[in-house]
DNA sequence: AACTGAAGCGTTTTT
DNA sequence: CGCTTCAGTT
């Protein structure tokens, strides 16, 4: 099975052939001149060490790059320099990253060197994206089709607990998501059934573990199918077992370029040794070494949970005698405040290999220090964070030049209610992403029936979506006829629609159901795809199931599929279509739209802002509690190092936030500040005065409007050594654990979000509670194609109404403010927070917000007015507040948007 | 087969 | 506390 790239094999060396041989290529890695006469364009701009990154072609290099220290583009650099000096083929270069991200940019950045032709490099991707490839080539050496699909986590999780109720299991006592992880975490270890430790298999099923692994495996095979971790587990089984086929590798790649190094995971790394430590034949028999050169940061290592080993970068030397180290310490990116506050901060952990980051911009009066600042809770961190970020927008600054990195997701869901409120643009990354939402899984599962009959589990999805009148019963039927006959469901189902087994009725539906199917395949070759993805969501009713659904997320869900369709475009086929999906789970996002970034830390890694605001920075929270339970002191560094990440992303400003009290389930807790604030250095850092609403504004020297947990000196000091600071050390001193919630649940049953989906048998699709915030989020998603469609901003900064709002919710809580969820406030305020309260708050933050409101023009709505909404539909109004209206949609029922969203029919 | 209420459950990070 | 899942009912 040959794939579609069969590049030249490489003939005794490209650069052979232009007569520069070994030895040419020798002396360009003793950092002698290059084999072009001309100094390279692409090399000026480089600092030494950088350059000496990208010229070091031969040999196996590592290159340690501390953020912000010009990584990616070093490694684009480097391919650019390898292709330019004709080193290699582009297809014999194999460059792995992790994220599709990182593998799109990189893809981009070599096309602004090379001129565009960027379908030359068929072996840059991701691990996974790769590790298909090679698995579509020689799948049939793992007993698998070429045309092998891959399961998303919801299909596994279906299967496993399939296997876990044949095996006569309660698979209550025994999920079947704990199960999927622990599989998981035996992929990402590189360990098969037979493989895994005798402890892990007993721990799970009445000591069945491994049996269940391994009826796991056989199952995926007999479905030809494959789950994420098998894209690696198979191709490392491949190369262990046929050698030839991994010497016809060796033969192909002649530079091997990994990015991310420090997130690699023992079957990665097994992967990559595979690939990259043998030597390589050439054509004259000589032994020359596959050079391969990795590039990362220890300090970022921060997906251990998920199995990345950051031993696999301490032991690279060890991997590849011989290897140059090249350490990255020079920061483009950060002010010396923001290097010299992360710098302290990391440096307070004991496994690093030890790099010292500085900048040559000096210390400048002109940059702020890092920010530390405290508020109330949770609710007000984000009231405070919005007001600075409009008053930065203010200043002229682009909200696409800040974001919020948090901890947790759950924290995100504040600042997104305040942007809502605020009508402050925003966009979450990395959140629910579009292919996992219900409706795009459907569709999905559609397509593929009808690209390949055979797949059970996307045909058990939509065998009753919409409902047919095929439940449990008829599926059992259809299970058992499909296992007797060793034939696919879609097949079963054809046989069952023509004998007397069944009823009239399913009978009569199966027999349409497969008739379809089998048209809609017959099609698949003359028809265009995205008009038959289309016809085929029409005819098989699903798409008018939503046009009746008369819940709030109807609308926006039909959307979606419209625009799946739309995306589908850019592929060739069907089955193109449908493997990008696999692979790639998130999609594109607006970025015409100015709009503030929210998302998690982890999530955050590799980008850059001018203004990072980092928020709860709690003990408990961050670092995890989890973490430290679990992981111990290394769960400790772990979380160090996502502080480290989450403050070097910034280049100008970082405002690092905590509360003292934040809801955890439900219950409020008090918090204590994180330990990483107190590894701060003083110098970096200028502690704020609470910056709630009440006290935000007057910052920096100013007097001081009374005492306040942090005392009048914590104004004009920046200082640790007040009152509150002390008391909150004792506090943690005397209880290292804040509190129940967080520590005593012993760690085990992790969960992923579940989109509000039934499995396959449930088919009944209930109204989420979160419709309001769904509703609200809907308008963003209208404002942003809206946005796109008119070619110009969405909606200016942010109108004048945010302080209006705030007035009577400043300074004390106001049970029915906001969207009825005011109830359960913490306890009232005490520590001398109140400060402000006892003389009204400075008078003018008053005039200001004051001034705001007045400056807001009446709403041109009224109550009785009929509007149309995009997502809605048609309504009459109910309540004016503002500029948000409350609306009873005909279809939709009462929902709260902002003005801008509907007009008036 | 589909709907409903009620109980119980989990609440970090994701290729 | 909010959400998912289950079990019992129609």
């Known amino acids: 099975m040959t794939g579609p790239d069969d590049s030249p094999r490489p003939p005794a060396g490209a650069s052979e052939r232009r007569g520069g041989g070994i030895a040419a290529r020798a002396l360009a890695a003793r950092g002698g001149p290059p084999a072009r006469s001309v100094e390279a364009g692409y090399l000026t701009g480089l600092n030494p060490e950088q350059r000496q990154a990208v010229e070091t072609t031969e040999g196996p290099v590592l290159v340690l790059a501390g953020a912000g220290t010009g990584k990616t583009r070093v490694l684009t650099t480097r391919i650019a320099h390898i292709l330019a000096s004709r080193l290699a083929y582009p297809s014999q270069i194999l460059a792995v990253t992790f994220t599709n991200k990182a593998a799109r940019e990189m893809k981009t950045r070599i096309g602004l060197f090379v001129g565009g032709e960027v379908e030359g490099m068929p072996w840059l991707g991701t691990f996974h994206s790769i590790g298909v490839k090679m698995l579509r080539r020689h799948a049939e050496l793992v007993g698998l089709k070429s045309n092998f699909t891959i399961l998303d986590t919801d299909d596994q999780i279906r299967l496993i607990k399939q296997l876990i109720q044949a095996e006569g299991l309660d698979d209550k006592r025994w999920p079947a998501r704990a199960f999927a992880q622990m599989i998981d975490g035996w992929k990402n270890k590189g360990l098969t059934p037979k493989d895994i430790p005798e402890g892990d298999a007993r721990a799970f099923a009445n000591g069945k573990g491994r049996e269940l692994y391994a009826a796991y495996q056989a199952r995926l095979t007999s479905l030809n199918a494959a789950d994420f971790g098998d894209l690696l587990m198979h191709p490392i089984a491949i190369f262990r077992a046929h050698p030839d086929v991994l010497a016809d590798y060796h033969n192909r790649f002649r530079y091997i370029l990994v990015d991310e190094y420090q997130d690699t995971n023992v079957a990665q790394y097994l992967w990559l040794r595979l690939l990259a430590q043998r030597s390589r034949r ?21 997906y251990g949970w998920r199995g990345a080993e950051v031993d696999n970068i301490l032991r690279f030397e060890r991997d590849f005698p011989g290897a140059t180290v090249i350490r990255l310490e020079r920061n483009y990116r950060s002010t010396a405040h923001i290097l010299g506050a992360a710098s302290h901060l990391i440096a307070h952990n004991e496994d690093r290999l030890g790099k010292t980051l500085f900048t040559d911009a000096g210390i400048d009066p002109e940059h702020e220090k890092v920010e530390v600042n405290a508020a109330w809770d949770s609710e007000e961190e984000a009231r405070a964070v919005g007001e600075e970020i409009e008053q930065l927008q203010r200043k002229g600054a682009k909200l696409n030049d800040m974001a919020i ?27 629910p992403r579009f292919y996992e939402r219900q409706e795009i899984r459907d569709a999905l599962a559609y397509f593929r029936c009808v690209a390949q009959p055979a797949d059970d589990l996307a045909f058990e999805r939509i065998v009753n979506v919409p409902k047919r009148g095929l439940g449990d019963s008829t599926v059992r039927l259809l299970h058992d006829h499909a296992r007797e006959n060793g034939i696919p469901l879609m097949a079963a189902a054809a046989d069952l629609a023509t004998t007397e087994e069944l009823k009239a009725k399913p009978r009569r539906t199966l027999d349409d159901l497969t008739r379809n199917f089998a048209r809609w395949s017959s099609l698949l070759p003359t028809t265009k795809h995205t008009d038959l993805a289309e016809m085929i969501l029409e005819e098989s009713g699903y798409t008018e199931m939503w046009q009746n659904d008369r819940s709030a997320e109807a609308p926006g869900r039909l959307d979606n599929l419209k625009e799946l369709i739309r995306s589908m475009d850019l592929y060739e086929s069907l089955p193109g279509f449908l493997e990008h999906v696999a692979l790639v789970m998130d999609a594109e996002q607006n970025v015409d739209l100015d709009a503030v970034s929210i998302m998690t830390l982890h999530s955050a890694k590799g980008l850059e802002f001018e203004t990072v605001f980092l928020p709860g920075w709690e003990e408990g929270l961050f670092p995890h509690q989890r973490s430290l339970d679990e992981g111990g002191r290394s769960g400790l560094e772990e979380e160090r190092r996502l502080a480290y990440v989450g403050i070097t992303r910034a280049k100008r400003r970082a405002k690092l936030w905590f509360v003292s009290n934040r809801r955890i389930h439900g219950l409020w807790q008090s918090t204590i500040p994180s330990r990483f604030l107190d590894e701060l250095p003083e110098d970096h850092v200028e502690v704020k005065e609470a910056s709630n609403s009440y006290g935000g504004y007057g910052r920096g020297g100013m007097g001081g409007y009374g005492a306040s947990r942090w005392d009048a000196d914590a104004f004009s000091t920046t200082s640790y050594q007040t009152p509150g600071w002390r008391r909150a050390q004792a506090a943690r001193a005397g209880q290292t654990a804040p509190d129940t919630a967080w520590g005593s649940r012993s760690g085990h049953k992790e969960r992923s979000i579940n989109y509000g989906e039934s499995g396959a048998s449930g088919p009944d699709v209930r109204r989420s509670s979160r419709d309001e915030e769904i509703a609200a989020k809907a308008d963003r998603y209208a404002r942003e194609s809206e946005a796109k469609a008119t070619g110009r901003p969405a909606e200016g900064p942010a109108n004048g109404f945010a302080g209006r709002m705030e007035r009577s919710g400043r300074n004390v809580y106001e049970p029915s403010s ?38 807001t023009e009446e709403s041109r709505f009224k109550v009785g007015d009929r509007v149309f909404h995009m997502k ?32 008036v029919v």
């Open 282 to 302: 050439t054509g004259d028999d000589m032994e020359e070494p596959i050079n391969v050169c990795c590039v990362g940061d220890d300090d970022q290592s921060i």
């Open 818 to 855: 906001g969207n009825g969820r005011g109830s359960n406030r913490p306890p009232s305020r005490g520590l001398g927070f109140n400060a402000a309260a006892r003389d009204g708050g400075p008078r003018e933050i008053e005039g200001t917000l004051v001034a705001k409101s007045v400056a």
């Open 405 to 431: 990195l948090v901890r947790a997701s759950f924290q995100m869901r504040e600042f997104e209610d305040r942007f809502v409120t605020l009508g402050l643009n925003y966009r979450v990354v990395g959140g």
């Open 872 to 903: 809605f539909g048609n309504g009459s109004v109910a309540a004016v507040e503002g500029n948000k209206l409350t609306i009873d949609f005909d279809r939709a029922g009462q929902k709260r948007v902002l003005e801008g969203f509907v007009q």
